[in-house]
């Protein structure tokens, strides 16, 4: 058996029990009920995730998984590919955005080189499991040989099955030009136009943005009818970093982890992993809300709301990021709190 296989027989869904018990507790605690909102649902999912009145999101980890895309040969962003490389040595170094935002939040942070095209130098911290130099064009093949999607799958999952528990998952990406696949996954995902799931990535301008749709349009149109299951529709449209995503979420819904989903590339990945298993969903917790036009149908068809809407299209995992302290907010405020009980406070309907 496969890991794929392996991992996907062990996902369940959460036991609506769980939540109940949750939701009594809450009904408990000195406040009105409902009174904190958001903060009460994730408390409550975490409880059900965990199987326990007392979750945690102490232990936290980001995976940040590199790679790069033959669908740059199009001219479809305004980067040169280089510029992945680059950006995992900035990453490794401590000098970008997530690096910042992971120290802020008190989250782990690890750099996978998945399928980096360009020759990442050699600095302590790299993980370097490269699929392969990059994906094919998909407008002119499938982007990955079946295998390789698959393999991408499965570094995901590996890095997901960690020898200590954690509370926490969370997946970031770095790659130029990943909105173009994780556009054309969307329209595939979806069923909608790709100009309606298309956005401006790093900055594309208009001259940029046409050949971007031109070259979704024309993968869409030679890989659709090719694709029956979730794994044809990763090899044919998506990307290392993608797949390897995607596998991070269906690893810790194996384990029973909570995952923290990202923007819009990751949006993509988990709505990926769902298509692979449904039950993927109970585990999933949207971080923010890209300004990326494709993340919204792909919210929709996993069933969740952002926790943050901050006008943030980075990607990295930035958005996780600041995520984590909003999830010990609401775990902190749960196992916090006294109850009405043991605090001699009389509850509404005493009260009244």
Known sequence: MTALNATLERIRPVDPVWIERARARQLELTKPPGSLGRLE??????????????PSADRARLVLFAGDHGVCAEGVNPFPQAVTAQMVA?????????????????????????????????????????????????????????????????????????????????????GIGNTTPASALTAALTGLPAVSVLGRGTGADEACMARKLSAIERALALHT???????????????????????????????????LVDGFIATAAAALAVRFCPAVRDYLIPAHRSTEPGQAPLLELIGHRPLLDLEMRLGEGTGAALAVPVVRAAVAAFIGMATFASAGVAAAQEAS
């Open 225 to 259: 009818r090719h694709i029956r299951t979730p794994l044809d529709l990763l090899a044919r449209l998506g990307g290392f970093e993608i797949g390897a995503m995607c596998g991070l979420f269906l690893g810790a819904a194996a384990r029973r982890t909570a995952a």
């Open 41 to 54: 649902e994730i408390a409550n999912r975490l409880t059900a995730i965990q199987e326990t009145l007392a």
């Open 90 to 174: 900035n990453f490794l170094r401590g000098g970008a955005a997530m690096n910042a935002l992971a120290g802020v939040a008190g989250l782990e942070l690890r750099i996978v080189d998945a399928g980096v095209a360009s020759l990442i130098p050699d600095i302590p911290g790299l993980i370097r499991r490269p699929i392969a130099r990059g994906t094919a064009n998909f407008c002119e093949a499938p982007a990955m040989m079946e295998q390789q999607a698959r393999a991408s799958l499965e570094l995901g999952i590996e890095m997901a099955w960690t020898a200590e528990p954690l509370h926490l998952l969370a997946a970031g990406e770095m």
